[in-house]
């Protein structure tokens, strides 16, 4: 949904979301939790880091954000 929203391309590589989360599945299948959430960390982070990469067409000027609202706080 962000990606579509950004209007970015997400062609992020297929072959390194097979690996992902076949490395994923099988840490699930023997039941090594600790492996499991540094493997799903890692998938995550590499997909952020790639989808950033993309944002150099935009403005992301942090000084251009609404202000901050009271009503939210």
């Known amino acids: 949904m962000f990606v579509s929203i950004l209007g970015l391309e997400y062609a ?7 690996a992902d989360d076949t490395a994923i599945f099988h840490a699930l ?5 600790e492996e499991v959430t540094l493997l799903w960390r890692r998938k995550i982070d590499n997909a952020v880091t790639y989808m950033v990469e993309q944002l150099g067409h935009l ?6 954000r609404a202000p901050e609202s009271s009503h939210w706080k």
């Open 12 to 18: 992020y590589s297929v072959d390194e979301i097979v």
């Open 29 to 33: 299948e023997a039941h090594e939790s």
């Open 59 to 64: 403005d992301v000027n942090a000084s251009r």
